[in-house]
């Protein structure tokens, strides 16, 4: 979403979903270039006119790349950044007809809007607001903590569902392997971060370029701490301190891409950040949120398409590169194996517009793009998260992100959530998707730490084979209790299904060599 997944995808307050740019009217009118020449000059718009953010899909060649460039700048337009390895340039312009003038140039496959607002000057899946573990709880985990564990791990119910903390006594992770946490800023200072922390793997892409200097990776505030949450989760370090991450000995990277007013995930944030991963010798990304401002893009809005095709290209850039790409289904509850979904929150940077969206041709993205790992959520009792959004041959996997209707009886503090690390060197519950796909992620970290050789491909295979098998509720899926039936589970055959794709990750079968 570019919502974090606890929206976004978590148990985060983030925007839901990016919303449909055609029906907030700044939609570009008719074209007046001929299809093999640049846009003929336009005068210059007024100082205080508003700038809109432009993704324009070429030919990845330098002579068409240049060509467009010059019609972008005739256009009115300024150029931001150009991937040129994937023919992806980001644009900004406050002539309304710029991406239908732009979509007329030779050489350019899809182009339009960003964003459905005005760009102002400087969407994750939680589910809920974050909980702030007390200092006095946390003195409390501490003196009762088992010998050899992290103070506060007796609250993470989550790492021995999925075998972690055993897994650790076997192989904790390697530190030539990188999970990259492309969200709302990592705050590498945290004193479980630190320790794992790669900065020259870091970076701040929001506004589309990436920005390398000391520091710029981390959250705008102390509010934006979703991408902290999500790093504590795969590679807090065993370091005797607070809690610890699926994989803690792997090396963890920042990429933030979050908007520094709104938080919303625009595309072309999120385009940087897979080119930054991929020409940087990251191994994974965990992508906890959806690409705003539209939950789902559609191939045939002309926006959403381009949004759709830049996005796109980013990601299988980087999985050519080795990387692979690990994503959150959503919080919305909704069936991405179905035939129509009410979509109500898109677009979220303008006005939101009730729509039915066909969710094979309107993509939740980058969650059901090709090649990537979607990540259904659980809760203690490993059912279903109520929140998580499933479906029969999308989901890959499923992974603890907590439930507030699904309690724990073994743990001091009684919370369903995930327990993480958060800004300024606190700790906190959130649950969502969000929380999911990290221990997904720090699995697959393991998997490549065992099996250094293993390309994306081959990771998701075993990923997916290592997988412990879930069947499908024996009756119905009432979560909360109330005698409806809140979602179905389809049977897939050979041990998959809607629910829980291949079944729940199992880091302790990653670390076995095989």
């Known amino acids: 979403m570019a919502h974090l997944r606890s929206r976004r995808r978590t148990a985060l307050t983030v925007p839901l979903g990016i919303a449909l740019a055609a029906s907030v009217g700044f939609v570009p009118g008719a074209a007046t270039a001929a299809p093999n020449e640049p846009p003929a000059p336009v005068a210059a718009a007024a100082e205080d006119a508003p700038v809109f953010a432009y993704v324009v899909n070429t030919r990845a060649d330098h002579r068409t790349i240049a060509y467009v460039k010059r019609a972008i700048a005739r256009a009115g337009g300024s150029v931001v950044v150009a991937h040129e390895k994937i023919g992806v340039i980001v644009a900004h312009s406050s002539d309304p007809e710029f991406g239908e003038r732009m979509r007329d140039v030779r050489g350019v496959r899809s182009a339009g809007a960003t964003h459905t607002a005005p760009l102002r000057a400087a969407g994750t899946t939680n589910d809920g607001k974050a909980k702030l573990l007390s200092e006095a709880d946390a003195k409390s985990l501490k ?30 992770g390697s530190k030539k392997v990188t999970v990259a946490v492309i969200d709302t800023g990592v705050d590498d200072t945290h004193p479980d971060l630190a320790p794992n922390f790669s900065a020259s793997q870091s970076a701040n892409c929001a506004g589309g370029k990436a920005d390398t200097s000391a520091g710029a990776w981390r959250p705008a505030n102390k509010d934006h701490y979703h991408g902290t949450h999500v790093a504590g989760e795969i590679g807090a370090a065993r370091n005797g301190v607070g809690v610890a991450g699926v994989a803690p000995g792997v090396k963890i990277a920042g990429i933030k891409v979050a908007d520094p007013v709104d938080e919303l995930f625009y595309p072309e944030n999120v385009v940087c950040a897979f080119v930054f991963a991929a020409e940087h010798s990251v191994e994974i990304t965990n992508n906890s949120y959806y690409v705003d401002p539209w939950l789902y893009n559609c191939k045939d809005d002309p926006d959403q398409k381009a949004i759709l095709d830049a996005v796109n290209r980013a990601q299988l850039y980087a999985q050519r590169k080795g990387v692979l790409n690990v994503a959150s289904a959503g919080n919305s509850n909704h069936d991405l194996g179905s035939d129509a979904i009410v979509d109500k929150s898109s677009p979220d940077d303008s006005t939101p517009v009730t729509r039915t969206i066909d969710p094979s041709e309107c993509l939740d993205v980058p969650t059901q793009l090709p090649g990537v790992v979607t990540t259904s959520a659980t809760g203690v ?134």
């Open 381 to 514: 009792k490993n059912l279903k998260s109520s929140y998580s959004s499933y479906g029969k041959g999308v989901v890959d996997v499923t992974a603890p992100g907590g439930d507030k209707y699904q309690l724990p009886a073994d743990t001091p503090s009684k919370n369903g959530n995930i327990l993480s690390t958060m800004p300024n060197g606190e700790y906190g519950w959130l649950r969502g998707t969000s929380m999911a796909a990290p221990h997904a992620a720090g699995v697959a970290a393991l998997l490549k730490s065992t099996h250094p050789k293993a390309g994306p491909a081959e990771l998701q295979r075993l990923l997916k084979a290592q997988a412990d098998r879930m069947e499908c509720p024996s009756g119905p899926y009432d979560p909360d209790g109330d005698g409806d039936v809140d979602a179905v589970c389809e049977d897939g055959g050979k041990g998959k299904n809607g629910f829980y794709g291949s079944g729940l990750v199992d880091a302790l079968e990653a670390v076995k060599k095989k």
């Open 143 to 172: 003196r009762s903590a088992a010998p050899g564990a992290e103070p506060m791990e007796a609250d993470q119910w989550d790492l021995r569902a999925i075998g972690a903390d055993k897994a650790a006594r076997v192989n904790p």
